[in-house]
């Protein structure tokens, strides 16, 4: 006999506003106990000292990560100049210290040079792994961490204010893969200040942003106030389901194709299917099939023909 899954076969994306001094593992798994979700991860790690957009996938939602995790990203950061630090933030030692300030001019001056395809070092302070370990676990351990330069994509990076002659605050768009606090180390280090992070804000992540995120401190208190459920299968209550997103609004920037019960029924064993008629697809490539409003899979069409490589097991 097949054991039951824990929890409800909740699925869909909830846009968090991460709080400060909370990572992005508990963060999830705070949002699967609120939301009593079978599963959960999450697109886009934010460290404990950032703030911000962190999208949670519940359930089948958790099948869609890659095409949030590789969406453009906004961030909103705040550089101390005059140090450098082992972290490249304000949770490592200072390494390095400097006397001189650059003056809005100066700083200006050097923002296209980051912007583009660039070569980027992350810190060595980082989840990146090194022969099976994290970064950051032998850098703690007192190890020499040798990162490798590697290319990141940056589209746009400007100077927002100046509150001081040893503070800047900045706002960029960029792509998977870029950190930011390597970003304020190598303008630090191009200024001849040097510098690091001192606070981060992400206000979006592919198609998520501000406006559609909610505190933790908000959905804690509608979980405290819903009713106590007598079933694991019960349906979420309102006061939580009213801030769950669905699965295709992480799939936004690719065609969806509204198909019949018949040709999902074979989409959900996996195969193939000819799609004709009026809703015969004129695109190639990436797109997901719908019944309705239920999401069926996500694949990609050739020749009109729809192939599936992620099929959605939801309840019908």
Known sequence: MAKRKRGNPVSGWVVLDKPLNLNSTKAVAIIRRLFNAQKAGHAGTLDPLATGILPIALGEATKTVSNVMGGEKI???????GAQTSTDDLEGEVTATSLKRPTTQEIESILEDFIGTILQTPPAFSAIKINGDRAYDLARAGQDVEMTPREVNIHDLKLLTTEDEATAVFETKCGK????????????HELGCLGHVTSLRRTQTGPFNEDMSISLEKLEEFSHSAHARESAQME???????????????????????????????IRLGQSVLITGRDAPIIKGPAYTKVGSKVIALGSVSQGAFKPSRVFNLMK
């Open 236 to 266: 979420l209550d309102p006061l939580l389901g009213d801030h769950l997103h669905p699965i295709e609004t992480a799939l936004d920037d690719i065609p969806a194709l509204a198909i019949n019960e018949d040709l999902a029924s074979r």
């Open 177 to 188: 893969g870029t950190y930011i606090r390597a970003l304020a180390r190598d303008m630090g």
């Open 75 to 81: 961030y909103q950061f705040t550089v101390s100049w």
